[in-house]
């Protein structure tokens, strides 16, 4: 348990940034092992156990690459400025949230306007803080493009309360409960280490980040300028 709990794991280098500790950022494993966290740490909805309020900026690993003097530019300046962009996107960047089941359908909350880090809260790791599985279509069949669920099982789940049927490649949470709300529910994952564990999402339909990226824009009508998705895919890289 002891060695378990000492494990650490986080991208040290990237090929394109450098070091990732260089210049006063904070990435790779040993700033990660300071790292606190405690269940429900910097939840969004108010569920914090100290009472702390939801910091959205919930990522500050890379604010310092933010400043980089470009009059002293070296080939890693401007890699090291498109990470702190991306960080800055993954904490600010506006997404209305809507249709995510787990989430949308508590009371009061048909819309949030969110970001990346209302499900991504834990600082500088990136999981959900909390148990909540909520559902953003990882497993619907047919998959939004461009995720690619060729040669999973489709499953066909007909709740018979609503008459409704669904058709997921993973039944998620319901396989333990048993309960159609649960349909398609998983829980935002731990973000660290990205680069070296393709392919992403839980049933691996993104091949690479940049599809993780892509997938955000068009379920979320984010409207992603292309130097915008370069700039978060190199920040999920960094991490
Ligand atoms: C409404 C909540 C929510 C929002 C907003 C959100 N995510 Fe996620 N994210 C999740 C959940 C849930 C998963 C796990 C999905 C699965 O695998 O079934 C996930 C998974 C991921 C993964 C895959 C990690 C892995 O190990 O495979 C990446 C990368 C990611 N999100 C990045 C982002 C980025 C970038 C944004 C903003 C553009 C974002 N997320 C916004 C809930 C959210």
Redesign the pocket.
Known sequence: MAFQKALFTAQSRDNAAGVLNAQGAGGGPFSLSNQNFYLGINDVLGADPTGAAFNPAAFSIFSKWGNLASSKKDSYTSPRQSVARGED??NH?P?T?TG?AG?NDIPGLST?A???T???DSPNV?N?SVSL????G??DSPALPPLDTTGLPVYQLVCTSTGRVYQVT?P?RAMVTGKCADIGK??????RG?AA?T?????GS?AT?MD??NF??TR?Q?NLTQQQKDD?VAF?NAL
């Not at 998983?186 to 973000?191: E, F, Q, V």
């Not at 392919?199 to 049933?203: A, D, L, S």
């Open positions: 996107l993954f960047l997404i949230i995510v989430l949030v969110g970001t990346c209302s499900c991504h990136g959900h599985a909520i559902n953003i990882i497993t993973d998620g998983t829980k935002g994952p731990i973000l990205l564990r392919p992403y999402f839980h049933n993104a980040l993780v990226v955000y824009d979320f984010l978060l999920l």
